[in-house]
């Protein structure tokens, strides 16, 4: 019956899209074919308690970060596709990973397709790791990825399209001459440190760049390579990029950003209304960090703003997509609407044993839009639009005071599956916690140890308050100014002590006297995503409680700090189920 649904979805699917019959059975028998490949697997009981509704996973198994994930997301002839690291074979992680693939209309609703890429080739027999998409001439896309050879060495490699007149882009094949770039004795490249190349850009002289992920000894670099025909490709003298004691550069990404509002731009746009971001997943950290700089293209260099650049001691003045889970992310410019979308990988905050147990692990986060705020310092995220399709069932609440010591429960919306907006005002300020010139500046310290209370959102609560996840500000003085701190603290979200409690914090660039200090929250079952600053700031956490689960979930608003907060707008909605893969 399952695949007997799978069929009909696909087919109504190629109908939408217009497709004749012909293409239809052609692909339905395809389809049938794979699936009765598949049907002799021993059946796994999972368990769903903790499955997202409307963030993107695969049907079980695990989608990791490989090095990196998501892979090559891209707009293409109407049809968004995302390609994923997967294991299909547990819900862990192993190096034979190979490429998931699923495509959607609306980057909400996803249908999954056949692995694009499986390791069967010597230079990617131990897995087809990460890698990107870049969409050349005549719309035809390139997959470049890090293949993992018999040696397990490290090499990079090209595979395009079986059949450009696929809609679907079902079926892709590798080069003859693969790999195209590799570490020689000549090229001194570190052979297990050689990885994730990015979407190439084209430069005003005809060639083709990308860059690769590397390291030399605790030297994180960005190599940048260069081609005219897209197969011969030639390393420069000098990379892109690079810093002392950062360690290795998984996953780069750089892309252009418009000095002129929150349109996006393509890949290889430049000119005198253009900034250039350079971000690098920190394999010592699992965190990603991005500089916002100028691209030299005379020089081929990479000149952040910030002369430090991602300098290993002072990492937590850096900036950050998401101070939570989320890594190993990847943009990509939507043509259609004229945007720059974010994908990031959330891992899993339950030890492996667990994991099994639910057979599947990894997680997307809601797409992104990404643009350049302002003040020209940094980066705005925002989910994308379409997820507001989901909205069911809203409440609202509009100027509601807040004494120090209140809780106000939120109800008419599914607690365990919602999405909420809210907006505060702050008086009083001079009321505020001092800051304390000897503290470390380091947000997530003043979150987890300094914090003497605040004011936001209790989510996923039990009814005795046994269990909850608190996302929150803080406001501090400092020399005649305010320090604003989003934190999202994970201590209290599970009697389960045997998860990552962890709590994270994240500065956010508001002035609380001449702004209201807003924060959104999507929560999905398992997943915390809380965006604070009308997307200044952002954190992502992965929380299992074992009480507040399903309709046993609770919402509040709360303050339990010392300033009077009125709540000026409050929002919620119940979100509706995605069909996702």
């Not at 690079?242 to 550069?249: H, P, T, V």
């Not at 691209?295 to 290993?312: A, N, Q, R, S």
């Not at 409680?545 to 707008?569: E, M, Q, S, Y």
Request: charged share 20%; glycine share 6%; aromatic share 10%.
């Amino acid at each position: 019956m399952a695949a007997m649904a799978s069929l009909h979805l696909l087919a109504t699917l190629l109908l939408i899209l217009g497709y004749g019959r012909s293409v239809i059975i052609a692909h339905i028998i395809d389809e049938a074919s794979h699936q009765t490949t598949h049907s002799s697997n021993n059946m796994i009981i999972p368990n769903h308690t903790y499955r997202p509704s409307f963030h993107f996973l695969p049907s079980k198994n695990w989608m990791n970060d490989g090095l990196t994930d998501p892979n090559g997301p891209m707009r293409y002839k109407g049809m968004y596709h995302l390609f994923y690291q997967h294991n299909p074979k547990a819900a862990v992680w192993n190096t034979a990973i190979e490429w998931g693939h699923s495509i959607s209309k609306d980057l909400v609703n996803w249908f999954p397709l056949q692995p694009s890429l499986t390791p069967n080739q010597p230079y990617d027999i131990k897995g087809c790791w990460s890698g990107s998409i870049t969409i050349l001439p005549n719309q035809k896309p390139f997959i470049l990825y890090t293949g993992i050879d018999n040696n397990n060495h490290q090499t990079q490699n090209l595979a395009i399209p079986k059949n450009l007149s696929d809609p679907l882009l079902r079926e892709w094949v590798k080069l003859p001459n693969n790999p195209l770039m590799k570490p020689t004795l000549g090229n001194k490249i570190n052979v297990t440190s050689f990885r994730d190349p990015t979407t190439a850009w084209l430069g005003h002289d005809g060639f083709w760049r990308v860059i690769v992920g590397s390291q030399e000894n605790e030297k994180g670099i960005a190599i940048l390579y260069k081609s005219k025909d897209f197969l011969h490709w030639i390393k420069a003298k000098h990379p892109l990029n690079s810093a002392k004691k950062s360690g290795m550069w998984e996953c780069p990404d750089f892309y252009p950003v418009s000095t002129k509002g929150k349109i996006g731009i393509e890949t290889s746009v430049d000119g005198p209304q253009v900034r250039h971001v350079l971000k690098v997943s920190l394999y010592d950290t699992s965190h990603d960090y991005y500089l916002i700089g100028t691209y030299d293209t005379t020089k081929d260099v990479f000149v952040p703003d910030d002369e430090e650049g991602f300098d290993k001691d002072e990492l937590y003045l850096v900036q950050r997509y998401d101070y939570g889970k989320f890594y190993a992310s990847k943009t990509f410019y939507d043509d259609a609407k004229k945007r720059r979308v974010l994908w990031g990988w959330i891992n899993e905050s339950s030890v492996q044993q667990d994991d099994e147990k639910k057979a599947w692990s990894g997680i997307q986060g809601i797409p992104r839009t990404v643009w350049l705020d302002e003040s020209g310092k940094q980066l705005i995220q925002w989910p994308i639009a379409e997820i507001e399709k989901l909205r069911g069932h809203h409440v609202k609440l509009h100027s509601k005071v807040l004494k120090p010591g209140t809780l106000l429960q939120v109800s008419g919306v599914t607690a365990a599956q919602a999405d909420v907006e809210i907006s505060f005002q702050v008086s009083k300020l001079e009321n505020a916690q001092e800051l304390n010139p000897s503290w470390k500046l380091d947000p997530q310290i003043l979150c987890s140890q300094k914090a003497k209370g605040g004011f936001g959102l209790l989510v996923l609560a039990s009814k005795g308050m046994q269990e909850y996840t608190s996302v929150f500000f803080m406001i501090f003085r400092a020399n005649k100014k305010y320090v604003v701190v989003m934190c999202s603290d994970q201590s209290r979200s599970s009697l389960n002590h045997k998860n990552d409690l962890t709590t994270y914090g994240a500065f956010v660039n508001v002035d609380p006297a001449h702004e209201e200090l807003s924060l959104r929250i999507l929560i999905d079952e398992s997943v915390v995503e809380s965006f604070g600053g009308k997307g200044k700031a952002c954190i992502t956490s992965r929380v299992y409680p074992t009480l507040a689960i399903n309709d046993k979930a609770h919402l509040h608003a709360f303050n339990n700090g010392t300033l009077h907060v009125k709540i000026t707008r409050l929002s919620a909605w119940s979100m509706k189920k995605a069909k996702v893969n």
